[in-house]
T-cell receptor, first 113, second 112 residues
Framework: DADVTQTPRNRITKTGKRIMLECSQT?????MYWYRQDPGLGLRLIYY???????NKGEISDGYSVSRQAQAKFSLSLESAIPNQTALYFC????????????FGEGSRLTVL | LAKTTQPISMDSYEGQEVNITCSHN???????ITWYQQFPSQGPRFIIQ???TKVTNEVASLFIPADRKSSTLSLPRVSLSDTAVYYC?????????????FGSGTRLQVQP
């Protein structure tokens, strides 16, 4: 089983719908991240959380919200999806020392029509 | 956050050594340098990490000069399966609220 699990893996939705992407991890890491990747581009940070009570905006947080329900769970929500949020979304975790080793999930491909 | 600059793309042939350089001029004293590999539609995968001089593991070597303003990922004898995007990332032990931001990466294409 994967250490970092994302659900759903694929989702097609319509403009204006609310969407939640979920991430759970069994690595016991305190830090969790949500990234977005558009075709041919690098990863952009949406939100990150250093512990259950700590939530921070990344580069591109507009239009997104997150919830850290427990150490192992970090959800990303699109309150009202729009077509330019069509992308591949990755969840990642890291240990407390922020040295750069991230562990990624397999990604959630979201298409907004 | 330390900004990184990498070549957009590189081409190579099977069996050759590939060196990908990353520039990080404003690297901080406590920053580590980490490289990731990403295949299409998959999450990035950790390759190697270093702080200074040279680090080697079973898949790659990482060379970091004394001023640490750049680093070079060396892939020995590449194969077709090394075709991927490679990201250089700079981050540090936490002295405050920091997070890690990826650049655009280097797209490596290995030809037969």
């Amino acid at each position: 089983d994967a250490d970092v699990t994302q659900t759903p893996r694929n989702r097609i939705t319509k403009t204006g719908k609310r969407i939640m992407l979920e991430c759970s991890q069994t690595k016991g890491h305190d830090r969790m991240y949500w990234y977005r990747q558009d075709p041919g581009l690098g990863l952009r940070l949406i939100y990150y959380s250093f512990d259950v009570k700590d939530i921070n905006k990344g580069e591109i947080s507009d239009g997104y919200s997150v919830s850290r329900q427990a150490q192992a769970k970090f959800s990303l929500s699109l309150e009202s999806a729009i077509p330019n949020q069509t992308a591949l979304y990755f969840c990642a975790t890291s240990r407390g020392l922020n040295t750069g080793e991230l562990f990624f999930g397999e990604g959630s491909r979201l298409t907004v029509l | 956050l330390a900004k990184t600059t990498q070549p957009i793309s590189m081409d190579s042939y099977e069996g050759q050594e590939v060196n990908i350089t990353c520039s990080h001029n404003n690297i901080a004293t406590n920053d580590y340098i980490t490289w990731y590999q990403q295949f299409p539609s998959q999450g990035p995968r950790f390759i190697i990490q270093g702080y200074k001089t040279k680090v080697t593991n079973e898949v790659a070597s990482l060379f970091i000069p004394a001023d640490r303003k750049s680093s070079t990922l060396s892939l020995p004898r590449v194969s077709l399966s090394d075709t991927a995007v490679y990201y250089c990332l700079v981050g540090s032990p936490d002295t405050g609220r920091r997070a890690l931001t990826f650049g655009s990466g280097t797209r490596l294409q290995v030809q037969p």
